[in-house]
């Protein structure tokens, strides 16, 4: 672990207890929950909770397991990926409290710990602004996914707010996306890599943010 990684790791892990006071981390709010919910199922297709299939679903910087107990919940197939232990610690007690098994690993978003598994849809929230190479993870993102799989990106423009209360790590203003990246300039790193690519808008759906927002925050979806 290089001394970048270590201090973002420290960072989160710092972040952790109070990760879920945020009300679209942790979806305590009937209300936020079900609307997590209903865009899920939009973006990736029922599973035998609704009599379809099983996916198999890698959940990259899935922080505290939140919309990977939602996706367990539909019956798929989860794996998520954060590199702050206390983070991966909450996700797994989080599902196991819930009655629902997923694996959690502690490991680089960017580059996943999976080995040569391959998955039917691969969920990122909120994770690219924090990458030092943005654009080399979504590259290497696509090579985990069978073909015809779903990359679901929840991405934004918005002001960098420290969960801890302290700036982000050092040298932070420096990386690629920080404080977040448009829409547009979003899809078009992901088109060379995908068959189709949609956007659809967040901003305008407060039930999923807890309050009224007027930053740019949306969906990217891409079929490879």
């Known amino acids: ?53 099983a996916l198999d679903v890698l959940d990259v910087g899935c922080g505290t397991g939140s919309l990977s107990l939602l996706l367990a919940e539909s019956g ?20 196991a409290a819930a009655g629902f098994a997923a694996r959690f690993l502690v490991g680089d ?9 391959r998955y039917d849809v ?3 929230r909120h994770l690219l602004w924090t990458l030092p190479d943005p654009e080399a993870a979504l590259r290497e993102w696509v090579t985990r996914l069978r073909p015809g799989g779903l990359l679901v990106l ?11 209360g302290v700036p982000y790590v050092a ?6 996306w920080h404080g977040g990246i448009g829409a547009e ?11 189709t690519v ?7 759906e407060p039930e999923l943010w807890g309050r009224p927002v007027t930053d740019e925050r949306y969906a990217l979806i891409a079929q490879v």
């Open 122 to 124: 691969l969920l990122s």
């Open 76 to 95: 798929h197939r989860v794996t998520g990926v954060d590199l702050a232990p206390r983070m991966i610690d909450q996700a797994r007690a989080k599902l």
């Open 171 to 176: 040298g932070a203003e420096a990386l690629p």
């Open 198 to 204: 949609r956007i659809e808008p967040l901003s305008d």
């Open 1 to 53: 672990m290089t001394e970048t990684t270590a201090s973002i790791s420290d960072y989160w892990n710092a972040a952790a207890p109070v990760f879920d006071d945020e009300p679209d981390h942790g979806l305590r709010a009937d209300e936020t929950r079900t609307a997590w919910a209903r865009r899920l199922r939009s973006w990736v297709p029922s599973g035998p909770a609704d009599g379809l299939e």
């Open 109 to 117: 978003a960017a580059l996943p710990p999976t080995g040569d598994e």
């Open 185 to 195: 300039a979003l899809a078009a790193a992901v088109r060379p890599l995908a068959g």
């Open 154 to 164: 929840i991405e934004g423009r918005w002001r960098e707010a420290g969960q801890t």
